[in-house]
Each structure stands twice: as C-alpha cells, then as structure tokens.
C-alpha cells in the first residue's frame, strides 16, 4: 500500500514518469489530499480516493462518537472519496501521557485516564473492531492514522517496555499506553519520516531512521499490533545527516529505511510519499527499484 498525499501535478509524474513503470492503483496506490482527480488512472478513481480527518475532531467526542464519525467517513469520504478507507491526520503528543515533572528511576506510572483522547479513541476503535464493514474487514481495519514525526522519534529513542526511558532509566518522555491499543486495530500505521515545523519538513539523521523503526514495531507489538500494517511515508527532505554511502537525498533515504531489520520490515509494506515534489522521480526511481 502506498499512500499518496501530493499535489495533481505531483501524481501526475509519479503515474506518467520518463523513465520507468509508474505509480498505479493496482501497484497499491491511492491518493490522500489535496488536490482533485485520484491516482489519475483512466475512469472513476472515487475508489482510489482516501477520506481524511482532522485528529482534532476527536477532542471533545465520546468514544461512541468517534466510532460513528469514522464509519461516516468511510461511508463517503470527503470529495466523495470511495475507497472505503479513512485517514487520520495525525496522531501526535495530545494523544500521549506526559512524563512525571519529577521523574525517578523505577517510579510506577500513573493509570491512563479514561477520558484522554488517546483513551477515547482506543475504545472507539475497539467498537468498531467488533463489527464487521461491508468492504471487507471490521470497521477499525478500514481506518489508517499518520503517526506524526514528534512521536515516531520519542518513541524511537525512548527505552523500556513503554519507550518513555531516558539512559538514566527514568521517565523523561511522554507514554502512549492510551492510544496505542487503538493504533494496533487499525488497518495502517504511516509513520512520517521527517521533521515538520511551520509547513517546512526537513530530514530525520541517520540515527533517528535507525531508531524508529524497530522503536515503533517493538511498542506496537507489545499491544498485539502487527507489523505487517505498518508503513514509511517519505518527504523531500534533502539528505538526512549522517547518511554516507549513497548519492541524492532519496537514495539516502531509502537506504537508511532499510538499514535495520525493523526498517526492512516495515519498507516491505509499502511506501508513501508526502509533498514528494521535485523529488518525485527519484522517489519512484528507489520504489521501483525495491517494488518492480
């Protein structure tokens, strides 16, 4: 599966590129906002149009009201988006439980209040995981998240059972034991590889591809996620610090995503691209290279 969420231009040189096979729906692709005309494939691309919500819709509603909202969205999307499938854009630092103000090395964690959104939106899902959809699939499998790059790294350096461990073993960073059983029923977990700030992204280092990966696979598998529904979104970034051994800034990239058995799991999935831009071809290039 391959996620895209890029400008109609944009597609239309991922579908028609110069040089190699293009990018299609039946290669697993399908289209994210902005933007109109699905993966631009010949006929209606509705199927190949993926709904998107705003995490922020979730701050004031009960579970029950989560689940319903999803199940709309999936019904028909935005757009009349019909792909059946929803996106949530995205899941960062409001659905995590904020370390102790004084940590100390084996303090025992506060209990996860019932009423977060992280909280909420686990038992929404777990509603909407006991009943099937009528495209396949139970409700919650047809519901996919962004994972945002502020949690993907916290979790990545993160040590201990719940990743929130500094060197010194006490809780410095934020736990995610509220949303995380949620993130496990769902049909895709996109992580976004790349730091955001002010509509700018930029690269993650080397260390932090390294990091994540087997950070995030760990921390969802204690939660009974699986991994196979895990998956890398790319940007164009310019080359992460610290890559050697490689030539442009997508090459690079991909390399680092494959450094690491937890990378070369999850790259198996499939990839998706976020503003690829002008480094749309050589994003395809390495896709083809890895998905022929």
Known sequence: MSLVYDTSEVVQRLVTPPVGAGLTPARGA????PGTGGMLAPGDNAPYRVSKIDEKAFLS???AQIAETLKGEITEGDDGALSHLVAIDEIGRPFGEE????PTRGATLAPVDPNSVGARFSEALRILAAEESPWGGT???RVHVYLAPGVVTSIGVGRGPERNLGRDRKPHRPTWRGVMPGLALTGGVHLQMYHGLGGVVTAFTASEWRASSGGVLKLLARYAGDARRVHFLFSATGTPAGATGC???QNCSWKLAEATPGGRTILANGAGVYRI???AENWLREFNLRFP
């Open 247 to 249: 030539t442009d800034a």
């Open 99 to 102: 370390p102790p103000s004084r």
């Open 139 to 141: 409700w919650a499998s």
């Open 277 to 279: 831009g002008a480094d």
């Open 30 to 33: 399908l289209r994210q906002d």
């Open 61 to 63: 509603l009960t579970p």
